[in-house]
């Protein structure tokens, strides 16, 4: 208390909180609350009660108990929609008029096709889909107002990115451009598609971003939950701040409809320049292409994002036949035939691809762990060294380097090259869980616990993660939590034939000789080798 009085803390007028604030707040909370409520349900499923009074108390965590929680989380749920709906029909209305249907024609006249697009700049600039024009000979845009306007000049192209920007025969003061943003948005961010999909006419999609995934030599690709549909491609992806963050791109593998979207980053680096006429970029020119190496190699990036490497695979191995120096054609190669397991062939492409880019330090951090994968420990040392050398801020290189070390013993220095990955990229899961096998193969269970949780936080589906933390939790004699981590290893990974048989070892340590059995059913079905194990053990 000072001199002149009592202490008096002033009370400021609270500040109503933007519409959007909201909104992401209260999917902040309820993602938190979903999560939480998840992982308490594994770990009511068969733990004893002592255990989990004595592990888990919600006053111990300054939790609130379960009634008000599940009607916290029931209030979020009902009210979360409300308060993103009051906003969105004004945010729109507002984005509609810079939304612009894109006709394309060809040769002789005829319609060839629909799709969307937007304005980026106050000239008229339409930013859309590189395939939305593909084989045009003449392109028209309707504006809101139901007015056509042709379009002129293609400005810029970015193939691999199915980007295109064309400027448009139109009045500065019948443009509404849109702000691009070049940040990446948040997984789970709410967002709104405007297009034209099927031929109908500004149509509203909405959803969330479900991935930001990282495809190596392309960057980044966001999927998203909202439908595209055939004419949607070109369509902005729009936030809950009016600002678009990718363009739709609609395409189908193997009979289903991929929703990607490019993100905003490639979008603003579309230099403005003079261009060419669709006349002149005209059908038999993108025929062409579309046969070349490069075209080739930019098919194959579709089908890469999409995860589905047996289809890509094939446009690289075509690709690099038509040019035999194309670099990024042979990395993608190795790339797809390391995810199909096919090891060896897939170094002998990386080596191809330094051979044409020998100071690329990706390459040399994928020939690392293509050589760890065939046991070439050494080999992959001296790769991911030269990554690292290359690029010294390479988080996954250095992540490689500590997962080649700790597979040779040399247990000190993997620990500092995980600590650097994560130093480099905190939020980097498998730095964590490389940092946390080396732990636990010095018996600092302590330890390796934590790391396995932090790779777990950041990637919660991450199986082998749960595994791992299991063992640790085992081995410690924490036999209950080891079965939880187990559990939901399995729950994630049914094949997973190690987290059955830890599984089994940990109902045998508990005395349930016939939970053992069951999961040694399971395990025959798997792997016989370790079947065979948890058999020894149960009637030892």
């Known amino acids: 208390m000072s001199k002149s009085g009592p202490f008096i803390r002033l009370r400021r007028k609270p500040q109503a909180l933007p519409m959007d604030e909201c909104v992401n707040r209260a999917r902040i909370i309820l993602c938190r609350c979903a999560a939480l409520l998840r992982r308490i349900s594994l770990m009511a499923d068969n733990p004893p009660k002592p255990w989990r009074r004595r592990v888990f108390s919600w006053r111990d965590h300054g939790l609130c108990p379960w009634g008000s929680m599940v009607g916290f989380l029931f209030f979020i749920l009902a009210v979360s929609p409300v308060m993103g709906q009051d906003g969105l029909p004004a945010l729109i209305k507002k984005m509609e008029p810079s939304i612009v249907v894109i006709v394309t024609y060809g040769r002789n006249g005829s319609m060839l096709g629909q799709g969307s697009g937007f304005f980026v700049d106050q000239e008229g600039d339409v930013v859309t889909n590189f395939h939305v024009l593909q084989g045009a000979s003449r392109a028209v845009v309707k504006t809101a107002d139901g007015k056509e306007h042709a379009v002129q000049n293609v400005l810029a192209e970015d193939k691999e990115g199915d980007l295109v920007r064309v400027s448009v025969e139109i009045s500065k003061e019948a443009v509404r451009p849109l702000p691009v943003s070049a940040e990446l948005p948040e997984v789970g961010e709410r967002i709104i598609i405007i297009g034209t999909p099927l031929g ?9 971003i479900s991935a930001v995934r990282d495809v190596p030599a392309f960057g980044k690709i966001i999927q998203v939950t909202a439908p595209i549909s055939p004419g949607s ?4 992806v729009i936030n809950m701040k009016g600002e678009v963050i990718g363009i739709a791109t609609f395409f189908v593998v193997a009979g289903q409809n991929i929703n990607f979207a490019i993100p905003g980053e490639r979008i603003v680096k579309l230099s403005h320049g003079h261009g060419i006429t669709l006349s002149e970029r005209d059908e038999g020119r993108i025929k062409d292409w579309l046969a070349s190496a490069e075209g080739l190699y ?7 994002w999409a995860e589905d490497y047996e289809r890509a695979l094939p446009y690289f191995v075509e690709a690099v036949k038509r040019n035999p ?11 797809c035939l390391a995810k199909l397991g096919q090891y060896g062939e897939a170094i002998e492409s990386y080596k191809q691809a330094l051979r044409i880019t020998p100071k690329e330090a990706g390459i040399h951090s994928n020939l690392c762990a293509a050589y760890g994968k065939m046991g070439r420990y050494e080999e992959a040392i001296e790769s991911c060294k030269q990554a690292t050398q290359l690029q010294p801020d390479f988080a996954e290189a250095y992540s490689n380097l500590g997962w080649s070390y700790q597979r040779t013993g040399r247990y000190q220095e993997a620990i500092q090259a995980c600590k650097e990955a994560i130093r480099l990229k905190p939020e980097f899961s498998p730095a964590h869980y490389n940092l946390g096998n080396s732990y636990a193969v010095l018996k600092k269970y302590d330890e390796a616990i934590d790391s396995y949780k932090e790779a777990i936080r950041i990637k919660f589906d991450y199986a082998e993660g749960h595994l791992d933390l299991g063992a640790a ?3 410690t004699g924490r036999i209950e939590e080891a079965m939880v981590s187990y559990k939901q290893a399995i729950r994630l990974k049914p094949s997973l034939a190690e987290a059955h048989l830890n599984l089994g070892m940990a109902y045998l340590r508990l005395g349930d000789k016939g939970s053992a059995i069951e999961e040694y059913k399971i395990l025959k079905e798997l792997d016989r080798v370790l079947a065979n194990r948890l058999f020894n053990l149960i009637y030892e």
Do not use: N
């Open 200 to 208: 109908l006419d500004r149509t509203v999609s909405d959803g969330i």
């Open 233 to 236: 491609s070109g369509s902005p």
């Open 298 to 304: 930019t098919t194959g990036l579709r089908f890469l």
């Open 325 to 335: 120096d194309h670099g990024a054609g042979y990395f993608q190669m190795g790339y």
């Open 473 to 475: 939790y085992f081995h």
